[in-house]
């Protein structure tokens, strides 16, 4: 499985700005999508998941509210709408794949498809 996500850039506090990750290989509806974000000087941290089949999300709590987890199995591609985004939110983001997605886990080393980041930058 290859994940590719873009759609990162600089914006004001209060834009919006939705990310795309591109899925390739071979995948399952059992596979649990995932968005981390990782911060400078900071741990990985979980973002939101959802079950590729498109249920099920759930979302970190900083970020509960004003991002949407959700895709498109068309284009095999899953998105992170972001709004209201604060300074706090700056940090560079990552899709990653769970291939056992029989539990929903936030943790980052239960995921063994990551693709490379993108940078979001927030400013005041």
């Known amino acids: 499985v290859q994940l590719q996500a873009s759609g990162g850039g600089l914006v004001q506090a209060g834009d919006s700005l939705k990310l795309s990750c591109a899925v390739s290989g071979r995948t399952s509806s059992s596979y649990v999508m995932a968005w981390f974000r990782q911060a400078p000087g900071k741990e990985r941290e979980f973002v939101a998941l959802?079950?590729?089949?498109?249920?099920?999300?759930y979302y970190s709590d900083s970020v509960k509210g004003r991002f949407t987890i959700s895709r498109d199995n068309a284009k095999n591609t899953v998105y992170l709408q972001m709004n209201t985004l604060k300074p706090e939110d700056t940090a560079v983001y990552f899709c990653?794949?769970?291939?056992?997605?029989?539990?929903?886990?936030?943790?980052?080393?239960?995921?063994?498809?990551w693709g490379p980041g993108t940078q979001v930058t927030v400013s005041s």
């Open positions: 990653a794949a769970d291939s056992n997605g029989s539990i929903l886990r936030q943790g980052k080393r239960y995921y063994h498809y």
């Open positions: 959802m079950r590729w089949r498109g249920e099920s999300t």
